[in-house]
């Protein structure tokens, strides 16, 4: 079956540029995480969806960076007036519940310039 | 927040070998998985261990939950180099609903 999907792969952008990330879940998986790994590192959590709402949002790093699920299924992770430091591994999870296994897509590697 | 270290960082062994990678906290976790992940992929689930003490096996890799949910251990017998990735160790957060993930051990098996 289908697994978690995420586009685009690759993102090159520009320093100050908005960028959008996408998300395409496991079909009837209610949660959806996002997390963001830099080299070498482990992913670091952003924020989780249950259903259409964000249930935690304690990790995104600051107001430039936001993420919506407006019909449950697909996620985007916006983020504003990007930053250098904002490159990294974006990766999007989906399970079945809050108790549930993580179902990793293989990300997008943003490079800001 | 609860916080994942992970030991070694960087484990390089050649084929036939055994080995054992750490990954351990000051919190107490309700749950804690161990995940591969290879380049340019997403980690991939290997085992999820729930009650204090308990051992689960899967193949050559052994996976140890601490008594105190504080710790985990996996041990690998005769390392292959397809075991060759990154191995991270994931908490349950208590507090919220999200995984709180550690660095991850490196490991390289040559053939």
């Known amino acids: 079956g289908a697994g978690v999907s995420q586009t685009p792969s690759n993102k090159v952008t520009e320093k100050g540029k908005y960028v959008e990330l996408r998300c395409d879940p496991i079909?009837?998986?209610?949660?959806l995480y996002w997390y963001r790994q830099s080299l070498g590192q482990g992913p670091e959590f952003l924020i989780y969806f249950q259903g259409t709402g964000a249930a935690d949002d304690s990790g995104l790093p600051n107001d430039r960076f936001f993420a919506v699920r407006p019909e449950g299924s697909v996620s985007t992770l916006k983020i504003q007036r990007t930053e250098r430091g904002d490159s990294a591994v974006y990766l999007c999870?989906?399970?079945?519940?809050?108790?549930?296994?993580?179902?990793f897509g293989n990300g997008t590697r943003l490079t800001v310039t | 927040t609860q916080l994942l270290e992970q030991s070694p960082q960087f484990l390089s062994i050649q084929e036939g070998e055994n080995l054992t990678v750490y990954c351990n906290s000051s919190?107490?976790?309700?749950?804690l998985q161990w995940y591969r992940q290879e380049p340019g992929e997403g980690p991939v689930l290997l085992v999820t261990?729930?009650?204090?003490?308990e051992v689960k096996k899967l193949k050559r890799l052994t996976f140890q939950f601490g008594d105190a949910r504080k710790d985990s251990s996996l041990h690998i017998t005769a390392a292959q180099p397809g075991d060759t990735g990154l191995y991270l160790c994931a908490g349950r957060d208590n507090y919220g609903q999200n995984f709180v993930f550690g660095p991850g051990t490196r490991l390289s098996v040559l053939p």
């Open positions: 999870a989906s399970s079945l519940g809050a108790v549930s296994p993580l179902h």
């Open positions: 261990v729930v009650t204090g003490g």
């Open positions: 919190s107490v976790f309700s749950s």
């Open positions: 079909s009837g998986h209610t949660a």
